[in-house]
């Protein structure tokens, strides 16, 4: 069975940091572009970010340009998010998503939640 | 940057309706969409690709058009399991969301 399993989500202080973690099961991890795409409470999809298979190539949504990034490691079948100097208006669910080629997002994780309040 | 606008934002319809969504482009994708069904607290379920290519175990009720900077979804006979909230997204240049169309029971 294809499965993401998003962990690393908290509470924390504006200004602070976390890394966020998905672990990739059921697919050849190395083989798809992965992403991350936020969702504010009550609010709508927001696409953050995505790396190509090998990890060569990074892309960002300006809104987190700068604070966030974006990795991977294909040994371990995993995709990274460090977030850093969060903001309230990061506060959301984040999703780690899969890549269907160049086509959309075929398999979504359940989300890990961020909180940044003081 | 790309944006994606839906309209409506919200619409009232009744089981066995057709529905029609509408997302357009700020700049011209090709055929570079997505549409996205989620419901409350669940991760959002990929409907259409390249705007028109009904992905694998999707019911045939749902289907997409469209090309350049304007594109549809339509459901042809609302069921139940619909009501929902549909998001389209573009992966032409990087990616963008539009703001959903929630349907909801008239």
């Known amino acids: 069975e294809v499965q993401l399993l998003e962990s690393g989500g908290g509470l924390v202080q504006p200004g602070g940091s976390l890394r966020l973690s998905c672990a990739a099961s059921g697919f050849t991890f190395s083989s798809y572009a992965m992403s991350w795409v936020r969702q504010a409470p009550g609010k709508g999809l927001e696409w953050v970010s995505m790396i190509i298979s090998d990890g060569g190539r990074t892309y960002y949504a300006d809104s987190v340009k700068g604070r966030f990034t974006i990795s991977r490691d294909n040994s371990k079948n995993t995709l990274y998010l460090q977030v850093n100097s969060l903001r309230a208006e990061d506060t959301a669910v984040y999703y780690c998503?899969?890549?269907?080629?160049?086509?959309?997002?075929?398999?979504w994780g359940q989300g890990t939640t961020v909180t940044v309040s003081s | 940057d790309i944006q994606m606008t839906q309209s409506p934002s919200t619409l009232s319809a009744s089981v066995g309706d057709r529905v029609t969504i509408t997302c357009r482009a700020s700049q011209s994708i090709s055929n570079w969409l997505a549409w996205y069904q989620q419901k409350p607290g669940k991760a959002p379920k990929l409907l259409i690709y390249?705007?028109?290519f009904l992905e694998s175990g999707v019911p045939s009720r749902f289907s997409g058009s469209g090309s350049g900077t304007e594109f549809t979804l339509t459901i042809s006979s609302l069921q139940p399991d619909d009501f929902a909230t549909y998001y389209c997204q573009q992966y032409n240049t990087y990616s963008t969301f539009g703001q959903g169309t929630k349907v909801e029971i008239k």
């Open positions: 390249k705007a028109f």
């Open positions: 998503a899969k890549d269907k080629g160049p086509n959309g997002i075929d398999v």
